[in-house]
Every structure is written in C-alpha cells, then in structure tokens.
C-alpha cells in the first residue's frame, strides 16, 4: 500500500514538470519564430543562467534569510542524536545541523545535493515541540533530503520568471512585430499556469516528505501533532516576522502565511482539546469525514503546502 501511494506521488510530480518543460518549450518556440526578438539560443541560455544562479546562491539566501547558524554535536546533542539516526535509516550523508534564530516554529532542509543537505530548526520550534512530534518534523526534512526534491524546486521554479521575461520584452517589441502582442499574452497565460504547476508540484512534495518520515520509523500521530502545532503556533506569530521569512516559506514544513485561514476548520482534528493529536485520535479521524471550508480549498491551489486538515487526513489513514 505504501509502495503504490509512494508510486502515485511519484508519478504526480513528473507528470506536473514534464506539462511545465513541455509549457515554456511552446512558448518558447512560438516567441523565437514570430517576435524575431532574440532566438532560443538566448532563452536557452536564460533558462539555464537562472537556473544556475539559483543552484548555486540559493543556500546562501535561505542561510541570510532565516539568520541561520550550524551547530556542533555538543551544542545541540539530541538534535544531532535525531538527525544522525535519521540520516542513517534514509541512507543518505547526515546533513549539516543548524539552529535558526526565527521565534516562528518551524523547520526547513536545503542544499544542492545530499552530500550538501542543511536540516535547521527555528528556535521558536524547540519551545513548542515534544521529542516525538520533533523527530518527525525532521524525518520530514530528511526525507526532502533524500527525494532530491529541493533540487527540482529550484530547477522549475525557474521557469515563470522566464515566462515572465518573454512577457516583458513584447511589450517593447509591439512595435516592430505585430504578433508581439499575441505572444505576449500567451507568455503571460504561461506564467500564471507555470505559477499554479509550481505550487502543484510544491504541495505534492509535503505529501511525499510526510509519506517519507512515516517510512522512517516515525509514529503518523507524532508528526499530525507536530503540523497541528505548528499551524496554531505559525497563526498567532508576529505578522511583521512572517512578512521577513515570506520568500523562504516553501521550504517550510507548513505554510505560514496561510495558517491563519485554516484554523476553525483544524479544530475538528483536536477531539479533546488538548493541543495535540493523540493516536486515538487520529486513528478515529480514520473513519470520520472531514471538512474543508470552500474558501480553504480556493487558497491551497494558491498554497505552496497542501490543506492541513486534508494533510493530517492523509497520515490518519496511514496509521
């Protein structure tokens, strides 16, 4: 059962970047043969120079972003305990462990590769989390680690900024190509499809990772708690702070700008009001139907994480 739902992400993620490579390759083409503004040898080298840029300085961004600092096994001895122990059952290199100095809770894995994995906890989420709901949080992490899929976020995210691109340079073509104005449009229907498939594939990734943490050993109702908690915690947190970590919430466990919009429908999870999703609960949320408000719906096609409720469903029904 796992493997098939293993198999079902899997194939979910390559069907959305082939749609989105096959997206900017017509857009692309049809810019080269009617604008006569540049060719695609010049959008293949764009292409690849954003690309590139990203790979290399995105690291760093997420490091300035998030004030992150590395620490030794001494400083943190049961973060790099769980992390190593984690890394070994993944059967990938134990990442770099880093402490974010951010009040709001959260975690975050980044790198290039999984010989550069980074795994950073904000200090925030120390304070809210139990040892269990903790060491899931970071199976999650991992297990982006271990998929590879920052790698592809960084790749396709890549390609609206390059529809964007071919969208401005008609603007100051109209006049010497009267199909300027058609490829224009289109280059910018290209941008808002290409926005949704990354969001598609963003959310897809959290499904995947969660799948990931549960394989590493993880009890389901330990992590459901864990986005629970974090979901109320990232709700009530200071909007100017949120505001300053905005650009880096994709790497995020959950997604903070929309957790305020999902909370009167999380309280259907939380049975005796505790704070926390025990594994009673989430093995009776097995058997109940949940509901997700329409507006709630709207706002996850525009989310970089998947709905919560409909998330911690998901793990209710692999416990």
Avoid: W
Avoid at 65 to 78: N, Q
Avoid at 81 to 91: K, T
Avoid at 95 to 111: L, T
């Amino acid at each position: 059962m796992k493997k098939m739902g293993t198999l079902r992400l899997t194939m979910r993620l390559y069907l959305a970047i082939a749609l989105l490579f096959f997206l900017i390759y017509v857009i692309v083409t049809l810019a080269g043969y009617f604008l006569h503004f540049g060719n695609l040898t010049f959008y293949a080298i764009l292409a690849v120079a954003i690309v590139v840029g990203q790979y290399l300085l995105g690291p760093k961004l997420v490091e300035m972003t998030m004030r992150v600092r590395y620490v030794e096994p001494h400083e943190a001895p049961k973060l790099h305990a769980m992390v190593e122990d984690l890394a070994m059952r993944a059967g990938i290199p134990k990442p770099k462990v880093g402490i974010s100095e951010v009040n709001i809770p959260n975690a975050f894995a980044f790198g290039r590769t999984k010989s550069d994995g980074r795994v950073c906890v904000t200090r925030g989420l120390l304070q809210i989390l139990d040892e269990g709901e903790l060491r899931a949080v970071l199976g999650h992490e991992l297990s982006h680690i271990n998929h590879r899929d920052m790698a592809v976020i960084t790749m396709i995210s890549a390609v609206p900024l390059i529809f964007y691109y071919i969208f401005i340079s008609t603007l100051f073509s109209g006049g010497r190509n009267d199909n300027a104005g058609l490829i224009g449009i289109v280059a910018l229907i290209g941008y808002a499809l290409s926005e949704l498939i990354v969001l598609f594939v963003s959310r897809v990734r959290e499904y995947y990772a969660d799948q990931g943490s549960i394989e590493l050993g993880n009890p389901p109702h330990e992590l459901a708690s864990a986005l629970y908690k974090l979901t109320y915690s990232s709700a009530v947190a200071d909007k100017r702070e949120k505001k300053e970590v905005e650009g880096v919430k994709a790497f995020f466990v959950n997604d903070i700008s929309s957790s305020s919009d999902v909370i009167s429908d999380l309280q259907q999870l939380d049975l005796d009001r505790d704070g926390t999703i025990s594994e009673v609960e989430l093995n009776e949320l097995k058997y109940h139907q949940t509901k997700v408000g329409t507006g709630s719906q709207i706002m996850e096609v525009l989310s970089t994480h998947p709905n919560m409720v409909k998330r911690v469903k998901r793990l209710s029904e692999m416990s």
